[in-house]
């Protein structure tokens, strides 16, 4: 049970690093076909950057379920990118971009970082020079700030916004 229970918060631990990656390298790449909806101003419920989530829990659903007649450890993998998408769907979605019908805005701490950032990386027009991939953890505001601001003095990025609150 032990080994479960590590595997499955290794796992959740593991997915900000490699949602940071795709984020980055792949939807800021050559996904930014589907991506790119996600940047650009939209009124519809939603988006084709959904695409990816689709994607992914399909992934996690194929672990589960080829774990789950003895291959135990791809079961809980799956199991754990499951809990992460649930946390990247209450975060990202929900707090972050408030797509949900009620609205959280947080003042102090954590969860205001968070906000911050991904404000931060939405700042910047088109995929490149973008700042702050992950979901869940975020670097120090401030240093998001100097960084964008560092490329647009430098001529490596176009117009940005680096204000974040």
Not at 86 to 101: K, N
Not at 118 to 134: N, P, Q, W
Not at 149 to 163: F, I, N, Y
């Amino acid at each position: 049970m032990l080994i479960n229970a590590a595997i499955l918060i290794s796992t959740i631990v593991m997915m900000e690093a490699v949602a940071a990656g795709v984020h980055r390298f792949v939807m800021h790449g050559p996904g930014w076909g589907w991506h790119r909806s996600h940047h650009e101003p939209h009124d519809d419920l939603l988006e084709k950057n959904d695409l990816y989530a689709i994607v992914f829990a399909a992934l996690a659903l194929g672990l589960v379920v080829f774990g789950s007649p003895g291959y135990g450890p791809l079961y809980w993998i799956g199991l754990g990118m499951t809990i992460y998408g649930l946390l990247y769907f209450i975060v990202h979605d929900g707090l972050v971009h408030q797509r949900w019908p009620f609205r959280y805005i947080p003042r102090a701490g954590y969860l205001k970082r968070l906000v911050q950032a991904h404000r931060l990386h939405h700042a910047v027009d088109g995929r490149e020079g973008g700042v702050s991939f992950g979901f869940l953890y975020a670097p120090p505001v401030r240093h998001l700030r100097d960084t964008l601001k560092a490329r647009r003095e430098s001529g490596t990025l176009g117009r940005t916004e680096t204000s974040a609150e």
